[in-house]
């Protein structure tokens, strides 16, 4: 999902006008029409001449009167052209601001991980950063979506009395083995707007809950665990309709996310530029390859800060080094991210910020504690 976020319009440059060089025209001006006229009576002795140099001293004076006059119209009109501009630029700004800081609250969520793996309400030790973890044989999709849901079922059912939910599988898990399961955990047919697999992006998730009306959520399903390569694992996430009004407590709020292709810098300060709250993260998670861009977006957020505030000091963001969490990962590594990030977000009450890239893009992402109100 890429900002494209428009440039501000440019303001002009208005220069006050040069007083000091238009008096001393004015003034040598006047004093030659002066000198001209001395000059001439001398010569000639005609009287007429004196009546010359001061009507042309006053017509003069005149001129420089209405061309000074039209210098401070012009002056103030492009004066309040640039500012009508400017205020027009802190509108725009603070309205594209609210809409990237835009979130879709997170009512539950449950994750499954080899137990290798770290917890983050324990104090983190790290794993080997190229080990695969396993989750054992893989007990078929009905079994897994049962483990998923049923620590989440006590939400699931309070959200359904007020809201229908949009149901997004994995490609590997079809709808009809959600139906099965929906059936055993007793859920109603008439409670889900539509049950569909595929291969989920994290914009794709977020734009299918941003558009899909305040009267339906979303539970997302992420599993990969068919892959022994790379560390198994799966996720389910219960997210509240973005125009919805809260039925359960809000664990955390996932903001909408940021794709980039271009330079990182460039793309660093538009994301800390247009949503401010990852200014105030208390961690920032990257993954193997984005780490060579940490020290980068460090630099960067330090500026921004030093820019809204310059005496005080910055304050410390703690790093968090994916394979140090998950060991050796694979397509599912931007998921599992997510989930890690709103477990630290729900036990630190902090913002989390995650940097992750891969092999032609960039995502940067954050998840804030509880509800969030885009003041």
Not at 53 to 82: K, N, P, Q, Y
Not at 147 to 170: H, S, W
Not at 235 to 264: D, K, N
Request: net charge negative.
């Amino acid at each position: 999902m890429e900002w494209k976020i428009p440039q501000p319009d440019p303001v002009p440059d208005v220069k006050p006008a040069n007083w000091s060089l238009w008096w001393r025209l004015c003034s040598v001006a006047c004093l030659l029409i002066v000198l001209f006229g001395v000059g001439g009576w001398f010569l000639l002795k005609d009287s007429r001449i004196w009546l010359y140099t001061f009507g042309s001293v006053i017509a003069w004076g005149l001129v420089c009167a209405l061309l000074a006059g039209w210098m401070l119209f012009r002056s103030g009109v492009d004066g309040e052209h640039a500012e009508g501009i400017a205020e027009y630029n802190r509108l725009l700004e603070h309205d594209w601001r609210r809409w990237a800081q835009e979130g879709v609250s997170v009512l539950a969520i449950n994750a499954l991980f080899p137990r290798e793996l770290p917890a983050v309400s324990l104090k983190p030790q790290p794993v080997a950063v190229d080990n695969a973890f396993s989750l054992g044989n893989y007990p078929g999709h009905t079994a897994l979506l049962t483990e998923l849901l049923v620590p989440m079922l006590p939400e699931i059912r309070t959200f359904l009395r007020t809201y229908k939910l949009l149901v997004l599988l994995p490609e590997t898990i079809s709808s009809r083995d959600f139906h099965q399961v929906r059936d055993a955990l007793g859920l109603p047919l008439n409670a889900f707007s539509a049950v569909e697999s595929g291969k989920s992006t994290l914009s794709n998730v977020y734009q299918h809950t941003a558009e899909a009306g305040y009267k339906t959520g979303t539970l997302v399903v992420h599993a990969d665990w068919q892959e022994e390569a790379f560390t198994q694992g799966a996720t389910a996430w219960l997210l509240e309709p973005s125009q919805g009004e809260s039925v359960l407590p809000v664990r955390c709020t996932l903001h909408r996310p940021m794709t980039a292709t271009g330079g990182f810098n460039d793309a660093a300060r538009q994301f800390l530029h247009y949503q401010p709250l990852a200014l105030q993260a208390a961690d920032l998670w990257v993954n193997e390859i984005a780490m060579v861009n940490a020290p980068s977006f460090m630099i960067a957020r330090a500026a921004c800060l030093r820019d809204a505030n310059p005496d005080v000091l910055t304050p410390e963001l703690s790093q968090q080094y994916l394979p140090h969490w998950l060991g050796k990962t694979g397509e599912g590594e931007l998921f599992f991210a997510i989930s890690l990030m709103m477990q630290m977000a729900q036990y630190r009450k902090g913002t989390q910020v995650l940097l992750h890239e891969g092999q032609h893009t960039r995502t940067f992402c954050s998840v804030s504690a509880g509800a969030f109100v885009n003041e």
